[in-house]
Structure formats: structure tokens, C-alpha cells
């Protein structure tokens, strides 16, 4: 097999070390695959991660608590909101250095103007040319995009879903630095359009579609091409992100997990400290609206001891879900 050579911005991603910042839900074009959420298509509402954020200082401080090497731009089309997108990657290479890696997705082929001012700001331009330009995708805009992109310094090339006819694309490879193919994924706003066109998801735990793989194979092993899973998604990106943020934001007594949770105590008795806390350092626990949160062993170990009721609670880094409350007898 080949060696791949993946665009940079995925190699920081595996590292789950890039913040998505998702910068509008408005976009020209109505992909019938489009895996935008219902909550974030069509919105002019910005996200750093999961987060929602008004401005590039909040989105600043969710890269730092990622200890984020580079940012990912997506939408939505970040061409319909162009100042914004400069304005935010002007405040995060000014903070992080030049060396935070950005990449930019777009829906649109854009000209030398639009992207002369991108230039130092952005990195590598990730183009989707749609579906029905793959016949004759060489003569495209989006290839003549690349091109420009290219000769102008930028790191380019596409990104698309993995779509029947696919390989339709591989004539076009010699002319990118990269092709980015995602797992065609099942999502609550596109389910309609892929039972319509026969669809079904791959299995029962995962968002893929069934045959999404197949469909890619025929380009896969091209050293050029990156076939991104919707299982690495799940699995490997969004927990080692985890990780690296539950590292920064974990309190002394928080265990981290190797999911990238943390698990601690809670003691629900109106945040009246028992004996047994008050043995413990400093920092081993905190009151919190109206409750005690510490080690998770205190509250398990020393629960014939402690009033209230206590549970041991696993949840997503920084105050994010909870995954799990177990009760303590
Ligand atoms: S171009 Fe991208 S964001 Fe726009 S509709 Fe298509 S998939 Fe969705």
C-alpha cells in the first residue's frame, strides 16, 4: 500500500489539537448530503468546538484551553462572511504565531482578490466542488480556484464527501496538493434525502452510510488522498480533543479518564462540609451551588461517614455533559 500523505491541517487534527470554529450556518448552496445540524444550518451563529462565541477573544479561549495547535474554518460558507473569518484568523496568528495552522473550508471557487486577503492568515484552502461538476472537474472553477491558490502560496486542494461516482475525481488529483474524502454521514437534517435515494446507515452505532467506503476505494490508496471515517471522528479526534482540554481545565481533584471525562464526587447536603473534607488539602474540593464536589474515592470510601446523598458523577471536561451519575449508597 502507498504511504498517504495527508494535508497538514489533518495531521494536527489526529493529534485532536485543531478547535473547529464553525463561523456561519449560511450558505448559498443546498447540498442534498449536507451534514449541518438543524440547530446550525441556515443560522448565522458562530462556534468554537461546541461552543457557541461572539467574538474572536472567546474563541481564543477555548483554543487555549485545548492548547490548540491549529484551527480548522468551517460552515456554512466562511466566503459569505469574509471579514469575520479575517478577523478571527487575524486575532489567533497574532496570538498563537504564525506556526497555528488554519485551514479554511469553502463551498465557493474563490479569485485571486478574495483570496489575496487571506494571505499569512490561512494556510491551506479546502475546496468542495459539487457533484455535478466531478464529470468534467478539470475545466471547473474549482480547479482553476486550486490553481490560483496554489501558485499564490496557499496550500490546496478538495474536500468532499464520499459520494457514488466518486472517482470521477481522479483525473483532477495531479492538480491538488491533497483530496479530502469524508465518510458520507447519516445526520438529523439529511436522513430525509438519504431514504429518499435509498440510503442506509452502515450500523447501528456510527453515522456512516453504507457503501461510503466502497465508493472511495477506487481512490484511496492515491498518495494524495486522505479518506477521513466517520468511526476516527467519533472515536479517536473528539477524545484525544477531549483529553487535551480535560488536562487544562481539570480541578486537583478531578480524574481524568483515558475517554477524556473526568470523574469526581458530589455531595448534596446545602454544601455543608463533613468531617472527612475537612482532613483534606486545599484543592481537594470545592463548594458549589449548594453542594460539595471532591475525589471521587472520598465520597465512595468514606460514604457511611458523610450526610446528604452522593453520587460520583462522569462528565465531558470543563462543565460540559454529563456522561454518567452513579449513586453512592
Ligand atoms: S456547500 Fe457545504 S455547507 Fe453549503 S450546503 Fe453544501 S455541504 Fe452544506
Redesign the pocket.
Known amino acids: 500500500m502507498t504511504a498517504q500523505t495527508p494535508a497538514k491541517g489533518c495531521v494536527t487534527c489526529h493529534e485532536g489539537a485543531k478547535m473547529v470554529l464553525f463561523i456561519t450556518g449560511i450558505?448559498r448552496?443546498?447540498?442534498w448530503?449536507?451534514?449541518?445540524s438543524i440547530g446550525r444550518k441556515g443560522r448565522d451563529t458562530i462556534f468554537a468546538n461546541e461552543t457557541p462565541v461572539n467574538s474572536p477573544g472567546e474563541a481564543l479561549s477555548i483554543a487555549r484551553m485545548m492548547d490548540a495547535l491549529g484551527t480548522g474554518v468551517t460552515?456554512?460558507?466562511p466566503f459569505l462572511v469574509l471579514e469575520r473569518v479575517i478577523l478571527f484568523c487575524r486575532e489567533l496568528k497574532s496570538a498563537f504565531g504564525p506556526g497555528h495552522h488554519i485551514h479554511l473550508y469553502t463551498?465557493e471557487a474563490p479569485g485571486r482578490d478574495q483570496l489575496s486577503l487571506l494571505t499569512g492568515l490561512v494556510d491551506e484552502i479546502r475546496i468542495?466542488p459539487p457533484p455535478d461538476t466531478w464529470a468534467d472537474i478539470r475545466d471547473s472553477p474549482y480547479a482553476e480556484s486550486v490553481a490560483i491558490a496554489r501558485e499564490m502560496g496557499f496550500s490546496a486542494g478538495f474536500e468532499v464527501p464520499s459520494l457514488p461516482g466518486i472517482e470521477a475525481l481522479a483525473p483532477v488529483l495531479p492538480l491538488l496538493d491533497f483530496l479530502n474524502i469524508n465518510e458520507l454521514e447519516w445526520g438529523e437534517s439529511n436522513a430525509d434525502a438519504m431514504r429518499e435515494k435509498g440510503l442506509e446507515l452502515s450500523d447501528g452505532v456510527h453515522n456512516a452510510v453504507k457503501g461510503a467506503w466502497e465508493w472511495a476505494r477506487p481512490l484511496i490508496h492515491h498518495p494524495k488522498v486522505h479518506f477521513c471515517s466517520s468511526r476516527f471522528k467519533d472515536s479517536v479526534q473528539l477524545r484525544k480533543r477531549l483529553i487535551r482540554i480535560a488536562r487544562n481545565t481539570a480541578r486537583p481533584f478531578d480524574h481524568v479518564t483515558d475517554d477524556g471525562t473526568i470523574v469526581y464526587g458530589l455531595i448534596q447536603n446545602g454544601g455543608i462540609l463533613p468531617a472527612v473534607v475537612q482532613t483534606l488539602d486545599e484543592g481537594s474540593y470545592e463548594v458549589r451551588d449548594g453542594a460539595i464536589e471532591t475525589f471521587w474515592w472520598v465520597v465512595s470510601e468514606f460514604a457511611g461517614e458523610i450526610a446528604g446523598e452522593k453520587s460520583i458523577i462522569e462528565r465531558y471536561p470543563n462543565r460540559g455533559i454529563i456522561v454518567e451519575v452513579t449513586p453512592v449508597p
Not at 33 to 36: E, K
Open positions: 450558505c448552496r443546498s447540498c448530503y449536507c451534514p449541518l460552515g456554512g460558507e463551498g468542495h
